[in-house]
């Protein structure tokens, strides 16, 4: 018995990085996963893997900011495995390091478009098929990010600060119903989003510096905030609802320090 036996669970943004490593860590718990991704040819890949690696897969191409793709996608999951038990809505984008005076309104649109109204529409779809059987885990990717300055952009992080309100205002207007809503927020994680960041600290021969800002020294990667994302989809999680988790090798308990090795 897998700790997922018996779920079905919608991850977005499975087709790379986090989404990726969640969609295939829940399968391979015994999940029955509805994989989502802008890029077909991604989410088809994330498909194959899980099917070589065992696991119950479907996938569809969407745009979580799109309500009616959204809307689709929930019933496709409803139909082909018969509810929704866990929601992963985790895709995003970073909208890169552009200077405030050079964002524009369409930038800031598009990032919370993406980042903050795509896990409020997957919640919306997603969440009636959860309160009617009175249990099911929602969970949010923010970042540490939403959590204090200096981990993102203004624009993304604002998004993510967005998200942790949204799971603690759902996790509370949810109240009674037995469904958990979470985020969690990760660190430095290496993944398609963060690539330029490495390929520019390993062009620079610069790459023993990445992550060396937390008590790990290290940053992290997919699989590592994917076992948060299985521990709250999970029934041991079962009393974990509201709550905005870390996952960042102690970045966010810290004051600025100057390294000591
Ligand atoms: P990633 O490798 O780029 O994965 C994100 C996936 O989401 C990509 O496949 C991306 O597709 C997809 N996506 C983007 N916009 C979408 C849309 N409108 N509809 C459907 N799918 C869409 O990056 P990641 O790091 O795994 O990101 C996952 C989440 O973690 C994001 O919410 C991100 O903000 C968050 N996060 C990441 C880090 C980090 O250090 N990596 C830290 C904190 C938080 P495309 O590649 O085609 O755009």
């Known amino acids: 018995m897998g700790r997922l036996s018996g779920k079905r669970a919608i991850v977005t943004g499975a087709g790379s990085g986090i989404g990726r490593a969640s969609a295939r860590l829940f399968a391979a718990e015994g999940a029955k996963v509805v ?6 040819a991604a989410v088809d890949e994330t498909a194959d893997m899980i099917r070589k690696e065992g696991g119950a897969v479907s996938s569809v191409a969407a745009d979580v900011s799109n309500e009616t793709a959204v809307k689709d996608f929930v019933e496709h999951c409803a139909a082909q495995y018969g509810g929704v038990d866990v929601l992963y809505a985790n895709a995003g984008i970073s909208g890169g ?26 919640i919306k779809y997603a969440s009636p098929y959860m309160l009617k059987q009175g249990k099911g885990s929602i969970i949010c990717t923010a970042s540490v990010a939403g959590l204090r300055a200096n981990a993102g952009a ?22 009674g119903s037995g469904v958990r809503v979470n985020a969690i927020c990760p660190g430095l994680i290496e993944t398609g989003m963060t690539k330029p ?15 060396q800002l937390n008590p790990m020294k290290r940053y992290g990667l997919p699989p590592e905030i994917a076992h948060a994302a299985l521990f709250l989809a999970s ?20 004051h600025p320090f100057a390294g000591r090795r």
């Open 97 to 122: 390091m552009v200077p405030l005076q050079e964002q524009t309104v369409a930038y800031w649109q598009q990032i919370l478009a993406v980042n903050l109204i795509g896990p409020f529409l997957a």
């Open 35 to 40: 994989a989502i991704d802008l890029v077909e």
């Open 197 to 211: 960041i490495f390929d520019g600290a390993r062009a620079r021969g610069s790459d023993d510096k990445i992550g």
């Open 235 to 254: 029934d041991d999680a079962s009393y974990v609802n509201g709550q905005a988790i870390a996952v960042d090798g102690g970045l966010s308990s810290t």
């Open 154 to 175: 203004t624009a993304y992080s604002a998004s993510k600060a967005g998200v942790i309100s949204l799971v603690q205002t759902v996790a509370n207007e949810f109240y």
